[in-house]
């Protein structure tokens, strides 16, 4: 709980940031980035048939969240230098299983069910926790951590690229069926982003301690992943939205 009271306390106070601050800068754009998103997703709602509101709500909702987290997380490594990992994945255990909702919310006209979403779900719950296992708890088996955790995320793929979300998406057609093979390339290769960025933190003794020894930051791919997935997930159920709304 220490840190957690300490972070609130230092919440609010001032640190220099130099040129070459590139970890603090990623966390510092990425806040501004997720409440701009927020704002844009909330105030545009209303502007869309009632069908597509809730979609929209979810997409700002899931920079909502993370904009908050951002707050707390460029605090957090200001004061003390360290990833933020627990509020990382707080963030993440709220918002990735948001995004599945996003999935079931678009293949809800070919008729998904609420087992589909829930099963998304569970799966994603596990990559995080498993991840988070091997970040935080027992960084020694990160390796057998982040694999289990790759499994998880590998289903994933498989269920939305291949099984029942896509036989929904194709059932459903047109529009939905653009935006369900975006939301697809999303998953695969803007969340393939995340698993570097596992492999550059908790490298250090590990079979792929190359990939840290590459120079790359964790937080600095995780920041970059977070904008790429949370903002562009969000435009794409926006101009499905757009389009659909048009017809
Ligand atoms: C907004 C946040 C998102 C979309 C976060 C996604 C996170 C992942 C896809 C994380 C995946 C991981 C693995 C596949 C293996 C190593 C551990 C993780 C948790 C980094």
Redesign the pocket.
Known sequence: MGFLSNSILLAGSMQKLGATDYVDFTFFVGCMAMMAASAFFFLSMSSFDKKWRTSILVSGLITFI?AVHYWYMRDYFGAFDESPTFFRYVD?VL??PL?CVEFYLILKVAGATKSLMWRLIVLSVI??VT?YW?EAVAPGQAALW?FI??AA?FVIVYDIWLGKAKQLAVAAGGHVLKAHKILCWFVLVG?AI??L??MAGTGAGQWYAFVGDLGLNMDIIYNI??AI??IGFGLVVYSLAVSSSEA
């Open positions: 993370a993440w918002t990735v995004m990559m995080l991840g091997g982040g955790s790759g995320y969340w995340y698993p960025g596992y992943g977070d997935n949370k």
